[in-house]
Structures are given as structure tokens and as C-alpha cells.
């Protein structure tokens, strides 16, 4: 969520996976952040009401543009000015080179790409959920009905697909306790 013509504004160019619901469900918005403004500007914010109450918008988040830049990037709320993912950590501490980091961002998304292929053969079109969402809600479907074999073999595909998803994104993204996509 930082970007910026510096190497590692390149990297998230070139990533964006902690906009496009492959990492994420949503955003939180946090003190400071205006929901009002916010919803102003595009992004779909929803407050939930208890004793403290939480706003916040889904992803894949509507600012994104295709080319990956932030449509709100000067308005964009705190938690997105503040993210740095591991990969993005040790790519500005020069532990790991920026061509590696590119690698492993495309590889990523590229694995993201893949189980969106497999979902949208399993009947699923919602682009606009995030793929741990999307995930959730096929496999609660196919066991409440797993009558169809081509469905469980492609969710067998899907379920690989994801499982890799995962360990990538613990190992080379997420950095402590986030509310993450792509939870067990
Ligand atoms: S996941 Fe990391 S490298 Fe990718 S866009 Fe977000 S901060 Fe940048
Ligand atoms: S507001 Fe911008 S930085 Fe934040 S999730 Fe959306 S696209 Fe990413």
C-alpha cells in the first residue's frame, strides 16, 4: 500500500496484493480516518455499531486501478499509509534484492490469479469478494452438497492452489497479527 518512485514504490506497483483481496477481506479504518470523507471519495465503508463500534471497506478495494497505482492514494486512510508487508520490509533493509522481490510478488500473484480461474470454472463470478471469502463460501457449498465430481476435483485443485497461497503469504507477507484473507 506504499507507493512511489522509489525501488520499493516498483515493488507495490508491480504487487498490490494487499489492496486486491488476495492478502485482505478489508480495510479498517482507525482514528483519524473519515468514513464520511472516505465514502465521499468512492470506497464503500460500513460502520459496525456496538460498544466500539468499526468502519470499515471491503476488497478487492474500488480505489485500485488496473495498472495497480491508488486512486485515493493522497486520501488513502491510515492503515494503508502504514502497512508494510515482510516482503516490503526486507526489500527496503536490502535483505533481499529488488529483482527477488518482484519475482516473488509476480509468483504471487500469479498463484492469486490462478485459484480466480478455479473459482470462476466452480461457478463463482464474485470478483469484487476477496479470495479467502470466496474460498469460505465454495467450500461450505460443496460439502453441503458434494454431489458433483468435477466440482470436488476442481475444488481439490482450488484447496492446493490456496494451501501454497498461504504458506507464501505467512512466510513472505504478513507480519504479525492482521486480520488476514487468507486465515484457516
Ligand atoms: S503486499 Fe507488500 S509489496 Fe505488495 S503492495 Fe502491499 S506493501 Fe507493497
Ligand atoms: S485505498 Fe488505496 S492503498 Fe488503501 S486498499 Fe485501497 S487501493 Fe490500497
Redesign the pocket.
Known amino acids: 500500500?506504499l507507493r512511489g518512485l522509489t525501488p520499493t514504490g516498483q515493488l507495490c506497483l508491480a504487487c498490490g496484493l494487499?489492496?486486491d483481496g488476495t492478502l485482505f477481506d478489508g480495510?479498517q479504518l482507525e482514528r483519524g480516518d473519515s468514513a464520511r470523507k472516505l465514502t465521499a471519495l468512492g470506497?464503500p465503508v460500513v460502520t459496525y455499531r456496538g460498544h466500539a463500534p468499526v468502519s470499515r471497506f471491503p476488497?478487492p478495494?474500488a480505489?485500485?486501478c488496473a495498472d495497480r497505482t491508488?486512486?485515493?492514494?493522497a486520501d488513502?486512510?491510515k492503515q494503508?499509509r502504514t502497512f508494510e508487508c515482510k516482503l516490503f520490509k526486507q526489500t527496503v533493509a536490502g535483505e533481499i534484492e529488488l529483482a527477488a522481490a518482484l519475482r516473488l510478488a509476480t509468483k504471487t500473484r500469479r498463484l492469486g490469479d490462478k485459484a480466480r480461474r478455479l473459482l470462476r470454472r466452480l461457478g463463482d463470478h464474485e470478483d469484487e469478494m476477496s479470495l479467502g471469502e470466496r474460498f469460505h463460501r465454495m467450500d461450505d457449498r460443496l460439502r453441503a452438497d458434494p454431489s458433483d465430481p468435477a466440482k470436488l476435483a476442481l475444488f481439490a485443485d482450488l484447496s492446493l492452489v490456496i494451501h501454497r497461497l498461504k504458506l507464501l503469504a505467512h512466510e513472505r507477507f504478513y507480519t504479525r497479527a492482521e486480520k488476514t484473507s487468507l486465515a484457516e
Do not use: D
Open positions: 500500500m494487499c489492496c480495510v470506497l476488497q478495494c480505489a485500485l491508488c486512486r485515493l492514494y488513502r486512510p494503508c
